[in-house]
């Protein structure tokens, strides 16, 4: 499904700040996989999502969706086979527009551009159907304006926006970051949901280490620009926040004393 061979990116090239943030990683995702991929800040997590999704180009190695190399594809022809929920619940949407005529736009990805970007008489029943399995009173909101939702209600549009038509690949960038605990929970079993119903082949950056154990059927860890820890199945299920420190001491060559500043428990 998605195929990564030899991805380099370096920012500032030539420059005193140059930074080598991919360093030739190897990457690939069968279909229906659920990946949580785990660093610190700076190991090229959000690097590789943004090239994933040609918010800039690599500057080397090969993206491939389904076999088509989307590498040099800009961001918005690649949209068609992307649906993206980012961290900040404020993008995503259209804040000026209604509830409705967002989904409208997100039913028409991968669409020929038209006029009729509005949402037609026959989608109010889908629409009023897939907000009522939010559970968040939404279904009766189909012409509240987005920007007058709370953040949790915002970023769980988001990820029906990017679910209502079957993506190829769905990112998730750390997209209950910015939440309460309370809210996030609700927003990941919506994850869950729509992941194992849709069998969507799924990357999702998160910085919570138990997040990342409990969701998905792969766990990814990445450090210096390298996947540096990749498990998957019976020992992914296995795994604890111990166990999962010490693949880090052993891949890495070195003790890790300080988990909090890889990433959070909590």
Same mark, same amino acid.
């Given at each position: 499904?998605?195929?990564? *061979?030899?991805?380099?990116?370096?920012?500032?090239?030539?420059?005193?700040?140059?930074?080598?943030?991919?360093?030739? *990683?190897?990457?690939?995702?069968?279909?229906?996989?659920?990946? !949580?991929?785990?660093?610190?800040?700076?190991?090229?997590?959000? !690097? #590789?999502?943004?090239?994933?999704?040609?918010?800039?180009?690599?500057?080397?190695?090969?993206? %491939?969706?389904?076999?088509?190399?989307?590498?040099?594809?800009?961001?918005?022809?690649?949209?068609?086979?992307?649906?993206?929920?980012?961290?900040?619940?404020? #993008?995503?949407?259209?804040?000026?527009?209604?509830? &409705?005529?967002?989904? =409208?736009?997100?039913?028409?990805?991968?669409?020929?551009?038209?006029?009729?970007?509005?949402?037609?008489? &026959?989608?109010?029943?889908?629409?009023?159907?897939?907000?009522? &399995?939010?559970?968040?009173?939404?279904?009766?909101?189909?012409?509240?304006?987005?920007?007058?939702?709370?953040?949790?209600?915002?970023?769980?549009?988001?990820?029906?926006?990017?679910?209502?038509?079957?993506? %190829?690949?769905?990112?998730?960038?750390?997209?209950?970051?910015?939440?309460?605990?309370?809210? =996030?929970?609700? *927003?990941? =079993?919506?994850?869950?949901?729509?992941?194992?119903?849709?069998?969507?082949?799924?990357?999702?950056?998160?910085?919570?280490?138990?997040?990342?154990?409990?969701?998905?059927?792969?766990?990814?860890?990445?450090? &210096?620009?390298?996947?540096?820890?990749?498990?998957?199945?019976?020992?992914?299920?296995?795994?604890?926040?111990?166990?999962?420190?010490?693949?880090?001491?052993?891949?890495?060559?070195?003790?890790?004393?300080?988990?909090? =500043?890889?990433?959070? *428990?909590?």
């Amino acid at each position: 499904m998605l195929e990564i *061979v030899g991805l380099e990116k370096t920012f500032f090239k030539g420059t005193l700040n140059e930074k080598k943030a991919l360093r030739g *990683v190897n990457l690939k995702l069968n279909e229906g996989d659920f990946v !949580t991929v785990i660093g610190s800040n700076g190991s090229g997590k959000s !690097t #590789l999502m943004n090239c994933i999704a040609g918010v800039f180009f690599a500057d080397k190695g090969t993206i %491939k969706i389904e076999g088509v190399d989307v590498g040099r594809m800009p961001e918005h022809i690649r949209a068609r086979y992307i649906g993206r929920v980012f961290q900040d619940p404020m #993008l995503g949407t259209a804040a000026d527009m209604q509830v &409705e005529e967002n989904l =409208a736009m997100a039913k028409r990805r991968g669409q020929r551009l038209s006029l009729k970007w509005s949402a037609q008489p &026959e989608d109010e029943a889908l629409f009023t159907e897939q907000l009522k &399995e939010l559970n968040l009173g939404l279904e009766n909101r189909l012409t509240a304006r987005i920007g007058t939702l709370s953040g949790g209600q915002r970023q769980a549009i988001t990820l029906l926006m990017a679910t209502l038509v079957k993506p %190829k690949l769905l990112l998730l960038d750390e997209h209950t970051a910015a939440l309460d605990p309370k809210t =996030a929970e609700k *927003v990941l =079993a919506l994850t869950q949901k729509k992941v194992t119903e849709g069998n969507l082949t799924t990357l999702m950056i998160t910085h919570n280490m138990r997040d990342a154990l409990a969701y998905g059927n792969r766990l990814i860890m990445m450090h &210096e620009g390298k996947v540096l820890i990749d498990v998957k199945g019976e020992q992914k299920k296995n795994l604890t926040i111990k166990s999962l420190l010490e693949l880090f001491e052993k891949a890495s060559g070195s003790e890790f004393d300080n988990p909090e =500043a890889l990433l959070t *428990v909590d």
